[in-house]
């Protein structure tokens, strides 16, 4: 316990008041990455930067707290057809960036009712695979700085439960059984991409160029989501024209700066405490 106090006191005082990474995120290479999302598609705010760093020798983990069922307006499509299409989506969107499949896990709460789900069941949940997967870097929705980041329902809770359960997972006395049976170990995430963030919060703006148009393409493979599927699915494969339109409204949709490709973030390090501040 002491040591975990002690190891939780030097981050912070050594690097929190830290925002932009010493190191660039373009030069990080043998750390352990692991997003945190609320739908399948919530990877799209960083797919370029996780692409990137899982090509640079780092390991990144997607995990995805519901199944995406309900985000459809097409009378066609039933709740257990629309969690298979996300699913695989996600699954086509990942492999395009190199992203094992064994790396992503879904937790298979009901899309849009996050916030009502059972709190402690869902941080228990997140903070066994934190203890599991032992992030180095955690990347999850902005809870917001210096005050309370609205999102729509389940990223905001998102937000929170990620907040959370990286809280939690430092403490060897919660969650106890996770540590004295399971054989897990406390553990501290000392650093945070936080995605959807404020414009005048972003803080850390990482250059994708020579990955936009693999994002594009990754992005390309949510149909249900980013064509006219969301409307009027008619299946995975898209007509030549089809296609063009959804990327060149993708390419629309990617953010630059000075005309350079980038994906932008509020990075934090320190103890999950001071997250919001």
């Known amino acids: 316990m002491k040591t975990i106090l002690l190891s939780a ?5 050594f690097s929190g008041a830290i925002a932009q990474p010493e190191v660039p995120v373009e030069k990080w290479t043998g750390k352990t990455i692991l997003l945190i999302g609320a739908h399948p598609d919530d990877d799209s705010y960083s797919m370029a930067t996780l692409g990137m760093l899982n090509a640079n020798g780092n390991e990144v983990y997607i995990a995805i707290l519901t199944t995406g069922n309900v985000g459809t307006q097409d009378p066609k499509l039933g ?3 629309l ?10 969107a990942l492999a395009t960036m190199g992203i094992p499949t064994d790396h992503y896990i879904n937790f ?3 899309d849009g009712m996050l916030e009502y789900e059972d709190t402690k069941e869902v941080v228990a949940k997140l903070v066994r695979l934190i203890r599991k997967v ?5 990347f999850a929705f902005d809870p917001g700085k210096g005050g309370q980041r609205w999102h729509k329902a389940d ?3 998102a937000a929170y439960l990620s907040a959370d359960a990286a809280r939690a997972a430092m403490w060897p006395l919660m969650f106890q059984g996770q540590i004295t049976v399971e054989g897990l170990e406390a553990h501290t ?4 991409m936080l995605y959807d963030s404020a414009d005048k919060d972003k803080n850390t703006w990482v250059d994708i160029t020579g990955w936009e148009e693999r994002k594009v393409d990754a992005l390309s493979k949510y149909v249900s989501q980013f064509s006219s599927g969301w409307s009027d699915y008619k299946g995975p494969d898209l007509s030549p024209e089809e296609e063009e339109e959804m990327k060149e409204g993708l390419h629309r949709w990617l953010e630059h700066r000075d005309g ?5 973030f509020r990075h934090y390090a320190g103890l999950p405490d001071d997250i919001g501040r």
């Open 79 to 81: 709740m257990m057809d």
């Open 108 to 110: 298979g709460y009901d």
């Open 260 to 264: 350079v490709p980038m994906e932008g």
């Open 83 to 92: 969690a298979l299409i996300r699913k695989q989506e996600e699954q086509a």
């Open 9 to 13: 006191a030097l981050i912070w005082f």
């Open 134 to 138: 032992q992030p180095d870097v955690l």
């Open 155 to 157: 990223h905001r809770a």
């Open 189 to 192: 995430v000392p650093e945070y």
